[in-house]
């Protein structure tokens, strides 16, 4: 007869992990004292907790938002990076592919917008804004140099959908302003196209002056920027005033709605609704230029 050692039992007085029965656990959460296994178990500043506790406590601790309702967004500015980094491979690519298609198929000029006169393509209101010029490298250095410093401070402070919002619209301002503010087609001259994201730029410079403002801080030294690049627009030759205003002019818009907007429960469906209509009134200023020619 041989005598085996019998197998050993789990113990009923062996606390288990909940969420893994198989599993031994001394360690008891924080919160709910419960068991749970290292798989399980979340830092806490006191000790730990487990996994279902820190989920419940993420659901039910509110957002932390920005005074002006966006979301607070902790690290490095991603829209306005991800904004340079498009702006930098479509540049890229306008050298690559050949007979300048990247240009010919999503800059912007004012025929486009005649159906008449040629396809109907709105969308280069928009498009054109991540196009620069190929023969001035300087172009593209010095939109993304002031979006890189207006967008560090713009993107924290609003929230990267506001703020993204706030640049899209922006730039489409400054197609509409380029628009209004020039002839159409003119027979025998054949459409100019504009790229650049310099609509969208002063964009920024509209909205930081009326953010400036409501915080009561002193706006001083944003009147001479704009006025210095406002006067450049005029004495330098090739560079769309029009688009500067409308950006400019689009941008503010933008930023007032995004700013005074009372703070509440509802206050991003305001500030949502406030920059639909700021889109709408830039697609009925087209609208009206292009049926009076």
Request: charged share 10%; aromatic share 10%.
């Amino acid at each position: 007869m041989s005598y085996g050692i019998p197998a050993a039992e789990p113990s009923a007085q062996v606390p288990v992990c909940p969420r893994h029965p198989d599993r031994p656990s001394y360690v008891r959460c924080q919160r709910c004292g419960r068991p749970a296994c290292p798989d399980c178990q979340r830092a806490a500043a006191v000790g730990f907790q487990c996994v279902d506790c820190v989920n419940e406590a993420a659901r039910s601790t509110p957002a932390v938002k920005t005074v002006y309702g966006g979301a607070v967004a902790t690290g490095k500015p991603l829209v306005t990076f991800g904004i340079i980094a498009l702006c930098a491979v479509v540049y890229v690519l306008q050298w690559l592919l050949p007979d300048e298609w990247i240009y010919q198929n999503l800059a912007y000029a004012n025929v486009f917008a005649y159906p008449e006169f040629g396809q109907f393509e709105p969308w280069r209101m928009l498009t054109a804004a991540f196009l620069h010029s190929q023969g001035f490298i300087l172009h593209i250095v010095l939109n993304m140099y002031m979006l890189w410093i207006f967008g560090q401070a713009l993107e924290p402070l609003l929230g990267r959908v506001r703020f993204l919002a706030l640049y899209l619209i922006s730039a489409i301002g400054g197609s509409v302003g380029y628009l209004a503010l020039t002839p159409g087609y003119v027979p025998g001259v054949p459409p100019t196209g504009v790229v650049g994201a310099s609509g969208a730029i002063f964009g920024l410079f509209g909205a930081m002056l009326l953010v400036q403002r409501h915080r009561g801080g002193d706006t001083r030294q944003l009147w001479i920027l704009i006025a210095i690049n406002g006067v450049i627009g005029f004495v330098v030759p090739q560079i769309a005033w029009q688009a500067h205003l409308g950006g400019l002019i689009a941008g503010g818009l933008c930023a007032a709605v995004i700013a005074y907007t009372p703070r509440g429960p509802r206050q991003g469906l305001i500030q949502a609704a406030g920059l639909a209509a700021v889109l709408v009134l830039l697609i009925a200023v087209s609208w009206v230029r292009v049926i009076t020619g």
